[in-house]
């Protein structure tokens, strides 16, 4: 498989991020070093998430369904094995991008499409009556559709309408999912927090 996209967030990118107003209104006196970490974390991920999702949208249609079939295997899906997991033949998906199995024995199948779309194009309600189609005809009734965009109203609205189980992952979400599993990122850094352990000094000497 190619390899992962790689995010690199240059620290400068902190310096252009707007400041909360509770940040204005409190002075750095009123943070423990702990809230210093933790508000500066927060800022990082957000600026990974934005990147991740522009990359991701530049993307080839094929490379993007690669890696939207590398997520749910870095979630735990076919026992964390990548190869429990497959693409359709290009141009012939017929609705169906992907297919991965929930369990390492490949006892039950969830079939995936995926739409790398902009952000102001909407998936739509004929999409996911597709998607349905695709899963009625293979006999299935759990699937993941992931857009980099997002969903409509009437896509969201038919699908509560169905009996089959599909999991919707917007634009925002999917980089979040990224995020959090590993998908597309590397860790550049890792911090630890000491505390004095009381109970060392609290024993009595024996």
């Given at each position: 498989?190619?390899?992962?996209?790689?995010?690199?967030?240059?620290?400068?990118?902190?310096?252009?991020?707007?400041?909360?107003?509770?940040?204005?209104?409190?002075?750095?006196?009123?943070?423990?070093?702990?809230?210093?970490?933790?508000?500066?974390?927060?800022?990082?991920?957000?600026?990974?998430?934005?990147?991740?999702?522009?990359?991701?949208?530049?993307?080839?249609?094929?490379?993007?369904?690669?890696?939207?079939?590398?997520?749910?295997?870095?979630?735990?899906?076919g026992?964390?094995?990548?190869?429990?997991?497959?693409?359709t033949?290009?141009?012939?998906?017929?609705?169906?991008?992907?297919?991965?199995?929930?369990?390492?024995?490949g006892?039950d199948?969830?079939?995936?499409?995926?739409?790398?779309?902009?952000?102001?194009?909407?998936?739509?309600?004929?999409?996911?009556?597709?998607?349905?189609?695709?899963?009625?005809?293979?006999?299935?009734?759990?699937?993941?559709?992931?857009?980099?965009?997002?969903?409509?109203?009437?896509?969201?609205?038919?699908?509560?309408?169905?009996?089959?189980?599909?999991?919707?992952?917007?634009?925002?979400?999917?980089?979040?999912?990224?995020?959090?599993?590993?998908?597309?990122?590397?860790?550049?850094?890792?911090?630890?927090?000491?505390?004095?352990?009381?109970?060392?000094?609290?024993?009595?000497?024996i």
């Open positions: 498989m190619p390899d992962r996209p790689v995010v690199t967030l240059d620290v400068s990118v902190l310096l252009r991020l707007p400041v909360p107003p509770s940040a204005v209104e409190h002075s750095a006196t009123d943070q423990t070093p702990e809230d210093a970490i933790e508000t500066a974390s927060q800022q990082l991920n957000a600026a990974v998430r934005d990147e991740l999702l522009t990359l991701v949208r530049r993307m080839t249609p094929r490379r993007f369904e690669r890696v939207i079939l590398e997520l749910p295997g870095a979630m735990g899906f026992g964390g094995d990548l190869t429990n997991g497959r693409l033949a290009q141009g012939a998906d017929d609705g169906i991008d992907g297919i991965i199995h929930e369990d390492a024995l006892l199948a969830v079939f995936v499409q995926a739409k790398r779309y902009a952000e102001d194009h909407r998936v739509g309600r004929p999409d996911m009556q597709k998607f349905i189609g695709s899963l009625t005809g293979e006999g299935a009734t759990k699937g993941v559709f992931v857009t980099t965009s997002d969903f409509s109203r009437d896509a969201s609205d038919y699908l509560r309408r169905v009996q089959h189980r599909v999991a919707l992952i917007n634009g925002r979400r999917l980089a979040d999912l990224m995020l959090t599993h590993g998908v597309g990122v590397r860790t550049r850094a890792t911090y630890l927090i000491r505390t004095v352990d009381r109970d060392f000094f609290d024993e009595a000497e």
